[in-house]
């Protein structure tokens, strides 16, 4: 694997696998997906075969179910900011996590094109964590740079070095990202226990990032290891919202205790 790095503006990261240039991490091929993932912790794998009826029935699902607990929100008098139930998880001004349990999202999360390249990484054995969206709405915050979850053996990683992943997440794309919308900005590499230095400096923003502006609805899935740094950049966008399905993967063996509640929105 070569890359090519200028560090002079962050777009302008090139990868090459097996010959083939992958600017900004962007490939068709899942082998070489799973190679880059597990590089550079993160790729985007382009289905040129995606379908646009298939997006719009999630994309309606989605929004429909943001609205209902967002009512339920307002009824109940809480403040959205800071929340975090089942149902329901608020980390920042303006961005909602919405777990889905319902048996069309789970479906298309054991089915996706994307799983060749998720289990070349993880193994045959791995198994579908959780399932959801993520939607910013217009106006949405910048988030603080960020892991979804840590090295197995944080204290140790001297010692240790860089593991395997565990742990993958693949966003499905519910409209054509765009810098307006604020899509998710990624600062390849930082997933390495070996790279703890360049972590550190992208948790300051200090880091060459991607961000995959370019992904179409539902052609594209943005597949990434639990512990590369990455933030949602600002929508800036007036009137649309940026949403997106999320699929994590896992070993049989690990089991998210952090990101999420057990408590429900509707518990009395």
């Given amino acids: 694997l070569k890359s090519r790095t200028n560090c002079s503006t962050k777009k302008s990261i090139v990868f090459e696998e097996d010959g083939i240039s992958a600017p900004s991490l962007t490939v068709q091929n899942s082998i070489i997906a799973a190679r880059l993932v597990q590089k550079h912790g993160v790729v985007m794998l382009r289905n040129c075969e995606g379908s646009s009826d298939i997006g719009s029935k999630h994309l309606v699902l989605v929004m429909t179910r943001l609205a209902t607990l967002l009512e339920e929100i307002a009824r109940q008098n809480l403040k959205a900011e800071g929340l975090k139930t089942r149902e329901i998880v608020c980390r920042n001004t303006g961005r909602f996590d919405i777990i889905f349990e319902d048996e069309d999202i789970e479906v298309l999360g054991r089915c996706g094109f994307w799983l060749k390249t998720v289990r070349n990484v993880l193994g045959p054995n791995c198994y579908l964590l959780k399932r959801g969206a993520l939607i910013a709405l217009p106006g949405a915050h910048l988030q603080s740079a960020h892991s979804d979850g840590k090295h197995l053996f944080d204290d140790d990683m001297n010692v240790i070095g860089h593991l395997p992943a565990h742990c993958l997440t693949v966003f499905v794309p519910l409209c054509d990202l765009s810098t307006e919308l604020g899509p998710t900005e990624f600062y390849p590499d930082t997933h390495s226990g070996n790279n703890s230095q360049l972590a550190s400096d992208a948790m300051r923003g200090r880091a060459p990032a991607v961000t995959f502006a370019h992904a179409k609805a539902f052609q594209d899935a943005i597949i990434f290891d639990y ?42």
Avoid: Q
């Fill in 227 to 268: 512990r590369i740094v990455h933030r949602g950049l600002a929508n800036t966008n007036r009137s649309e919202s940026r949403p997106m399905l999320y699929f994590t993967y896992a070993k049989s063996w690990f089991r998210d205790t952090t990101n999420y509640s057990t408590l429900s929105l509707y518990d009395e």
